[in-house]
């Protein structure tokens, strides 16, 4: 009986190391920085090594933290926070314009292990809006913080404030006069701006960032990333500046839990990016979680289910990224492209853009 007891209490005891262990070499991290009308014909070398190097680089920052034993929320932070300071994506320095000509971000994470979450909108001042929405769910009673009240926590978080001039990029300004324009709502890149960039009319020269930014077509220039950790624990953030000509304070789903951004240790994590109306109204992200839950679905079924069936019935367009506590990746987008990729626990990297790389 003894002997029994000792054996429980010994097992007991290596059982957190045995987990450690088993999760070790399931350490992942997934990225997205947009869908959209991303395809061979509309991308020049430049553009996309450009593209590549920035996602690579955003990889290796999260495995390097995985690697080192952080958790998952630290790699999705440090991940996201390389795609933040590109002006190549649609979140923080490169943050598309409202209609009133500013820059209104919106962030969310979520913790998988105790489906703790946080979330900023319509930020202006925050350099880095992914930290904000973590100092939100650390440091706040609260779920989600939005505008001057949001920014003022952030400072008072001693997080990096800037002026709102840090996120002006002429590429963005530029987009936001053509969409004026046409009096419309644009997701950050369409076939119109691209046409307008090459023939470098409408709104005055061409330069080398337009080039690398907009003349790929329509895009869902938001960034995402989820991961699991060797501790087992799932974790997914999302960071973006929007739609182009959007309303004032006009939020869209990355900032809401559920929509744009969940993740729950039992299912998945997840971090969506597209047509934001259309993924709220549709609840993407705890859908594919749902499916997993009380279907039983793997998260490759339950993500094709949402955004190749779903969104596709109800006209939404845009993908996601999706990993479950096995390591296991989905990534399905009903778009042209989506720019993607993974590491693995072994270093393994593989960053994708187009559709027939599927
Ligand atoms: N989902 C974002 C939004 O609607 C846009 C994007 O993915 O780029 O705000």
Request: aromatic residues 6%; charged residues 25%; hydrophobic residues 40%.
């Amino acid at each position: 009986m003894k002997k029994l007891l000792l054996c429980a209490l010994l097992a007991l005891m290596t059982t957190p190391t045995i987990f450690a262990q088993d999760y070790k070499d399931k350490i992942t991290l997934v990225i997205h920085g947009g869908a959209g009308t991303i395809t061979r014909q509309n991308m020049t070398p430049e553009r996309e090594k450009a593209y590549k190097e920035a996602l690579t680089m955003a990889l290796l920052k999260g495995h390097q933290v995985l690697k080192q034993g952080g958790t998952s929320l630290e790699a999705v932070e440090a991940a996201v926070r390389v795609m933040e300071d590109s002006p190549l994506f649609n979140a923080g320095k490169g943050a598309v314009f409202t209609s009133e000509g500013k820059n209104e971000m919106d962030a969310a994470v979520m913790n998988g292990k105790n489906l703790m979450a946080g979330a900023v909108a319509s930020v202006t001042t925050v350099k880095n809006p992914i930290r904000a929405a973590i100092a939100v769910m650390e440091s706040s009673p609260h779920v989600m913080m939005m505008g001057k009240g949001a920014e003022l926590f952030a400072e008072k978080q001693g997080l990096e404030i800037v002026e709102p001039s840090y996120f002006h990029t002429e590429a963005r300004y530029k987009a936001l006069e053509r969409a004026r324009k046409e009096e419309k709502v644009e997701l950050d890149h369409t076939e119109k701006e691209k046409k307008a960039v090459k023939k470098g009319s409408k709104t005055g020269a061409v330069t080398p960032q337009d080039n690398l930014i907009f003349t790929e077509g329509k895009k869902f220039g938001t960034v995402g990333c989820v991961a699991l950790d060797q501790y087992g624990n799932l974790a997914a953030g999302t960071s973006t500046g929007g739609m182009t000509n959007k309303r004032y304070g006009r939020v869209g789903d990355a900032p809401i839990i559920g929509a744009g951004t969940y993740a729950n240790n039992t299912t998945c994590a997840i971090s969506a990016t597209g047509h934001g109306e259309y993924f709220i109204r549709s609840v993407v992200a705890y859908d594919v979680s749902a499916l997993m839950e009380y279907k039983g679905l793997s998260v490759q079924q339950a993500a094709d289910e949402v955004v190749m069936k779903k969104l596709v019935e109800r006209g939404g367009e845009g993908g996601l990224i999706a990993l479950d506590r096995q390591g296991n990746i989905a990534m399905p987008f009903n778009s042209e492209g989506m720019y993607r990729g993974y590491v693995k626990a072994d270093g393994t990297i593989e960053v994708l853009i187009y559709k027939e790389e599927r």
